[in-house]
Each structure stands twice: as C-alpha cells, then as structure tokens.
C-alpha cells in the first residue's frame, strides 16, 4: 500500500528573517507536526521535490529533514521515504524511560499510565 504524501504548508521569509532557510524548514514542519496537520505516520515530499517547491537549494532541505531526523521527529528507510515519526518527540521512547529506571538504582515501583493521546508512560515511585 503506498501513502499518500503530505505537503506541509511553508511560508519562508528570505528577507530580514534571524532565522536561516533551514530553521524556518525546520520549524515550520515540526510545527505543523505539533499542531495536528502533519499526522504522525504522514509522508513527505522528497527533499528534491519540496526544494523545487520552495525554490530552495536540496542541501537546504536535506540539512532540515536531517535535523528533524536525529531529534526524532521524522524517520526514513531507503525506499519509502520520509515519514512523521509515530511517537511525539517530547515523549521520550518506553526503552529509554526503562533503561533510565533500571540505571536510576532507585527502590521503586513502576507504575504504567497512559498520556491524552494514549502513549503508554512508566513513573518510578516508592510504595
């Protein structure tokens, strides 16, 4: 089954922006994630096709689809492309809350509870 892909809405200002081209990519898709209209599992444009788009060098959207990869935000597999990560990045992963537990050498309980949008999260506490 092949997804759809999804263009984000980037809105880029090339004159007396702080922000370079690659921020403002990078902001502004991360935003669109956060607020909904980036659904996680959604797939991007190639970073050819949205440089074409936004008349931009591809380095410029290589460097931001990269940025948003190592802060997890976004994955990639060669071959299908980039997709919206499917756990949101604010919310660390259950391996590392376990890893962090286990390192922790604390005398707890772990307790397992669910976020508002149903991620399972694990809290340490002493009974």
């Given amino acids: 089954m092949k997804k759809t892909i999804v263009f984000p809405e980037i809105h880029l200002q090339r004159l007396g922006e702080m922000q370079s081209l690659r921020q403002q990519i990078e902001r502004q ?3 669109a994630i956060r607020n909904g209209s980036l659904p996680y599992g959604s797939r991007l444009p190639s970073s050819r096709l949205l440089a074409r ?3 931009v060098s591809r380095g410029t959207v290589v460097d931001a689809y990269e940025a948003l990869l190592e802060a ?3 994955t990639s597999r060669a ?3 980039t997709t ?3 756990l949101s990045p604010s919310v660390p992963s259950l391996s590392k809350l376990k890893k ?3 390192a922790a050498h604390f005398p707890a309980r772990v ?3 669910e976020d508002w949008e149903g991620t399972q999260l694990y809290l340490n506490g002493v009974y």
């Fill in 84 to 86: 919206v990560a499917s």
């Fill in 29 to 31: 898709i991360a935003y």
């Fill in 79 to 81: 071959g299908s492309g």
């Fill in 100 to 102: 962090t537990a286990v």
């Fill in 72 to 74: 997890g935000t976004l």
């Fill in 53 to 55: 788009l936004l008349q």
């Fill in 111 to 113: 307790c397992r509870f």
